[in-house]
């Protein structure tokens, strides 16, 4: 059974987000955030799935989305 992962997708600005985000649902992202303002949109898909989706026209990037944590107050160690 495929992992399934979760991804930032970054966009280009010369098409509609929500038509690109349409476009990635179709292909097989489940869309979690469209973040407009930054031009990126966030969703859970597998390995393949996400090979797929970097060949749609529009999308700059796919990178996996990790968690990150900063660590309490006054810890010398962010990461």
Known sequence: MAK?????ITIS???SINDIATRL???GLTIKEILEEIGC???SADDVTAERLKHIEGVLDIAPDVQ???GPPGADETW
Request: net charge negative; proline share 0%.
């Open 68 to 70: 990150i944590g900063v």
């Open 25 to 27: 649902s179709e292909e």
């Open 13 to 15: 600005n010369d098409q």
């Open 4 to 8: 399934i992962a979760l991804w930032i």
């Open 41 to 43: 949109i966030t969703g």
